[in-house]
T-cell receptor, first 114, second 113 residues
Framework: AQKITQTQPGMFVQEKEAVTLDCTYDTSDPSYGLFWYKQPSSGEMIFLIYQGSYDQQNATEGRYSLNFQKARKSANLVISASQLGDSAMYFCAMMRGSNYKLTFGKGTLLTVNP | DGGITQSPKYLFRKEGQNVTLSCEQNLNHDAMYWYRQDPGQGLRLIYYSQIVNDFQKGDIAEGYSVSREKKESFPLTVTSAQKNPTAFYLC????????????FGEGSRLTVL
Protein backbone atom coordinates (compact mmCIF):
# COMPACT_ATOMS: atom_id res chain seq x y z
CA ALA A 1 0.00 0.00 0.00
CA GLN A 2 1.20 3.45 -0.79
CA LYS A 3 1.83 5.82 2.07
CA ILE A 4 2.62 9.51 2.43
CA THR A 5 4.25 10.84 5.60
CA GLN A 6 4.47 14.46 6.64
CA THR A 7 6.32 14.53 9.95
CA GLN A 8 5.89 18.23 10.74
CA PRO A 9 2.43 19.01 12.14
CA GLY A 10 3.34 22.69 12.30
CA MET A 11 6.10 24.98 11.08
CA PHE A 12 6.93 28.63 11.70
CA VAL A 13 8.95 30.89 9.43
CA GLN A 14 9.79 34.57 9.36
CA GLU A 15 8.52 36.61 6.47
CA LYS A 16 10.98 36.72 3.54
CA GLU A 17 12.84 33.62 4.71
CA ALA A 18 12.80 30.21 3.01
CA VAL A 19 11.13 27.16 4.52
CA THR A 20 11.20 23.45 3.73
CA LEU A 21 8.20 21.21 4.32
CA ASP A 22 9.02 17.52 4.52
CA CYS A 23 7.33 14.67 2.70
CA THR A 24 8.36 11.04 2.42
CA TYR A 25 6.52 8.40 0.48
CA ASP A 26 6.47 4.65 0.17
CA THR A 27 5.72 2.80 -3.03
CA SER A 28 7.21 -0.08 -4.98
CA ASP A 29 5.74 1.12 -8.26
CA PRO A 30 8.41 2.68 -10.54
CA SER A 31 5.89 5.10 -12.06
CA TYR A 32 4.28 7.63 -9.79
CA GLY A 33 3.55 11.31 -9.42
CA LEU A 34 3.99 13.57 -6.42
CA PHE A 35 1.89 16.66 -5.74
CA TRP A 36 1.79 19.52 -3.27
CA TYR A 37 -1.39 21.37 -2.42
CA LYS A 38 -2.07 24.42 -0.26
CA GLN A 39 -5.25 24.78 1.77
CA PRO A 40 -5.92 28.24 3.26
CA SER A 41 -8.36 28.64 6.13
CA SER A 42 -11.16 29.16 3.60
CA GLY A 43 -10.92 25.46 2.73
CA GLU A 44 -10.20 25.38 -0.99
CA MET A 45 -7.35 23.21 -2.25
CA ILE A 46 -4.81 25.01 -4.40
CA PHE A 47 -2.41 23.02 -6.58
CA LEU A 48 1.20 24.15 -6.20
CA ILE A 49 3.60 21.79 -7.93
CA TYR A 50 3.99 18.34 -9.51
CA GLN A 51 6.95 15.94 -9.82
CA GLY A 52 6.93 12.78 -11.92
CA SER A 53 9.03 9.82 -10.85
CA TYR A 54 10.89 9.82 -14.16
CA ASP A 55 11.53 13.56 -14.22
CA GLN A 56 15.26 14.23 -14.24
CA GLN A 57 15.06 17.71 -12.82
CA ASN A 58 13.39 19.03 -9.70
CA ALA A 59 10.12 20.79 -10.41
CA THR A 60 9.88 24.54 -9.87
CA GLU A 61 6.91 26.91 -9.99
CA GLY A 62 7.70 30.48 -9.07
CA ARG A 63 8.63 30.57 -5.38
CA TYR A 64 7.89 26.86 -5.00
CA SER A 65 10.39 24.12 -5.72
CA LEU A 66 10.30 20.43 -5.04
CA ASN A 67 13.45 18.81 -3.67
CA PHE A 68 13.02 15.33 -5.13
CA GLN A 69 15.36 12.67 -3.74
CA LYS A 70 14.22 9.45 -5.34
CA ALA A 71 16.57 7.08 -3.53
CA ARG A 72 15.45 8.47 -0.18
CA LYS A 73 11.82 8.59 -1.33
CA SER A 74 11.44 12.17 -0.28
CA ALA A 75 9.71 15.07 -2.02
CA ASN A 76 10.17 18.14 0.15
CA LEU A 77 8.54 21.43 -0.76
CA VAL A 78 10.72 24.52 -0.56
CA ILE A 79 9.05 27.92 -0.38
CA SER A 80 11.43 30.79 -0.95
CA ALA A 81 10.90 34.35 0.29
CA SER A 82 7.90 33.49 2.47
CA GLN A 83 4.94 35.83 2.45
CA LEU A 84 2.20 36.31 5.04
CA GLY A 85 -0.26 34.84 2.54
CA ASP A 86 1.67 31.58 2.56
CA SER A 87 0.21 30.78 5.98
CA ALA A 88 -1.93 27.69 5.35
CA MET A 89 -2.05 23.91 5.52
CA TYR A 90 0.19 22.17 3.01
CA PHE A 91 -0.47 18.65 1.79
CA CYS A 92 1.78 16.24 -0.04
CA ALA A 93 0.08 13.62 -2.22
CA MET A 94 1.02 10.72 -4.48
CA MET A 95 -0.58 9.04 -7.46
CA ARG A 96 0.84 5.64 -8.35
CA GLY A 97 1.25 4.31 -11.90
CA SER A 98 -1.91 3.98 -13.95
CA ASN A 99 -3.98 3.85 -10.79
CA TYR A 100 -5.84 7.09 -10.50
CA LYS A 101 -5.99 6.86 -6.73
CA LEU A 102 -4.43 9.94 -5.12
CA THR A 103 -3.34 9.57 -1.50
CA PHE A 104 -2.66 12.54 0.76
CA GLY A 105 -0.45 13.02 3.79
CA LYS A 106 -1.85 14.52 6.99
CA GLY A 107 -0.51 17.96 6.22
CA THR A 108 1.74 20.62 7.75
CA LEU A 109 0.36 23.89 9.10
CA LEU A 110 2.71 26.69 8.07
CA THR A 111 2.60 30.01 9.90
CA VAL A 112 4.50 32.96 8.47
CA ASN A 113 5.40 35.56 11.08
CA PRO A 114 5.85 39.24 10.19
CA ASP B 1 -15.70 29.30 -16.62
CA GLY B 2 -14.68 25.66 -16.25
CA GLY B 3 -14.59 24.17 -12.82
CA ILE B 4 -16.15 21.97 -10.21
CA THR B 5 -19.33 22.89 -8.40
CA GLN B 6 -20.27 21.31 -5.11
CA SER B 7 -23.60 21.79 -3.41
CA PRO B 8 -24.79 22.48 -0.86
CA LYS B 9 -21.95 24.34 0.82
CA TYR B 10 -23.39 23.73 4.26
CA LEU B 11 -25.74 20.93 5.21
CA PHE B 12 -27.33 19.83 8.45
CA ARG B 13 -29.00 16.50 8.96
CA LYS B 14 -30.50 14.51 11.75
CA GLU B 15 -29.11 11.17 12.77
CA GLY B 16 -30.54 8.33 10.75
CA GLN B 17 -31.09 10.37 7.60
CA ASN B 18 -29.38 9.83 4.28
CA VAL B 19 -28.02 12.91 2.54
CA THR B 20 -26.65 13.38 -0.98
CA LEU B 21 -23.87 15.81 -1.85
CA SER B 22 -23.72 17.04 -5.41
CA CYS B 23 -20.56 17.37 -7.52
CA GLU B 24 -20.66 18.62 -11.09
CA GLN B 25 -17.71 19.39 -13.39
CA ASN B 26 -17.53 20.96 -16.84
CA LEU B 27 -13.84 20.28 -17.40
CA ASN B 28 -14.47 17.15 -19.49
CA HIS B 29 -12.40 15.17 -17.00
CA ASP B 30 -12.65 11.42 -16.86
CA ALA B 31 -11.65 10.87 -13.23
CA MET B 32 -13.57 12.17 -10.24
CA TYR B 33 -12.97 11.79 -6.52
CA TRP B 34 -14.59 12.26 -3.14
CA TYR B 35 -12.47 13.03 -0.10
CA ARG B 36 -13.36 13.51 3.53
CA GLN B 37 -11.46 15.93 5.77
CA ASP B 38 -11.81 16.07 9.54
CA PRO B 39 -10.60 19.07 11.58
CA GLY B 40 -6.82 19.33 11.56
CA GLN B 41 -6.53 16.21 9.46
CA GLY B 42 -5.55 15.32 5.94
CA LEU B 43 -7.80 14.17 3.15
CA ARG B 44 -9.01 10.60 3.13
CA LEU B 45 -10.33 9.04 -0.06
CA ILE B 46 -13.91 7.79 0.04
CA TYR B 47 -14.59 6.79 -3.57
CA TYR B 48 -13.14 7.53 -6.97
CA SER B 49 -14.23 6.96 -10.54
CA GLN B 50 -11.97 6.72 -13.56
CA ILE B 51 -14.74 6.54 -16.18
CA VAL B 52 -18.48 6.71 -16.48
CA ASN B 53 -20.39 3.78 -14.97
CA ASP B 54 -17.35 2.64 -13.00
CA PHE B 55 -16.10 3.54 -9.53
CA GLN B 56 -13.82 2.11 -6.86
CA LYS B 57 -13.83 2.22 -3.09
CA GLY B 58 -11.21 4.34 -1.44
CA ASP B 59 -9.84 3.97 2.06
CA ILE B 60 -13.01 4.84 3.99
CA ALA B 61 -15.95 3.81 1.78
CA GLU B 62 -18.08 2.24 4.52
CA GLY B 63 -21.32 4.14 5.03
CA TYR B 64 -21.06 5.98 1.71
CA SER B 65 -22.33 5.32 -1.80
CA VAL B 66 -21.74 6.95 -5.19
CA SER B 67 -22.92 6.78 -8.78
CA ARG B 68 -21.34 7.86 -12.06
CA GLU B 69 -24.09 7.83 -14.67
CA LYS B 70 -22.76 10.91 -16.45
CA LYS B 71 -19.23 12.13 -17.02
CA GLU B 72 -20.05 15.48 -15.49
CA SER B 73 -21.62 14.24 -12.27
CA PHE B 74 -20.42 12.21 -9.28
CA PRO B 75 -22.87 12.50 -6.37
CA LEU B 76 -22.00 11.15 -2.93
CA THR B 77 -24.63 9.77 -0.58
CA VAL B 78 -23.83 9.71 3.11
CA THR B 79 -26.01 6.96 4.50
CA SER B 80 -27.29 6.39 8.01
CA ALA B 81 -24.72 3.59 8.27
CA GLN B 82 -21.92 6.15 8.45
CA LYS B 83 -21.34 6.42 12.18
CA ASN B 84 -19.49 9.74 12.26
CA PRO B 85 -20.53 11.71 9.18
CA THR B 86 -19.82 15.24 10.43
CA ALA B 87 -16.93 16.42 8.24
CA PHE B 88 -15.82 18.57 5.33
CA TYR B 89 -16.30 16.80 1.98
CA LEU B 90 -14.26 17.68 -1.07
CA CYS B 91 -14.92 16.61 -4.64
CA UNK B 92 -12.18 16.68 -7.27
CA UNK B 93 -11.63 15.81 -10.91
CA UNK B 94 -8.64 15.05 -13.08
CA UNK B 95 -7.80 14.57 -16.74
CA UNK B 96 -6.21 11.46 -18.22
CA UNK B 97 -2.84 10.13 -17.12
CA UNK B 98 -1.02 10.25 -13.81
CA UNK B 99 0.35 13.73 -14.31
CA UNK B 100 -1.36 17.01 -13.80
CA UNK B 101 -3.32 18.45 -11.01
CA UNK B 102 -6.61 17.57 -9.39
CA UNK B 103 -9.14 20.35 -9.57
CA PHE B 104 -11.14 20.68 -6.36
CA GLY B 105 -14.55 22.04 -5.59
CA GLU B 106 -15.08 24.44 -2.70
CA GLY B 107 -16.30 21.67 -0.43
CA SER B 108 -19.45 20.78 1.46
CA ARG B 109 -19.56 20.93 5.24
CA LEU B 110 -21.92 18.36 6.70
CA THR B 111 -23.05 18.56 10.30
CA VAL B 112 -25.12 15.86 11.94
CA LEU B 113 -27.30 17.14 14.74
Amino acid sequence: AQKITQTQPGMFVQEKEAVTLDCTYDTSDPSYGLFWYKQPSSGEMIFLIYQGSYDQQNATEGRYSLNFQKARKSANLVISASQLGDSAMYFCAMMRGSNYKLTFGKGTLLTVNP
Amino acid sequence: DGGITQSPKYLFRKEGQNVTLSCEQNLNHDAMYWYRQDPGQGLRLIYYSQIVNDFQKGDIAEGYSVSREKKESFPLTVTSAQKNPTAFYLCASKGQGNTGELFFGEGSRLTVL
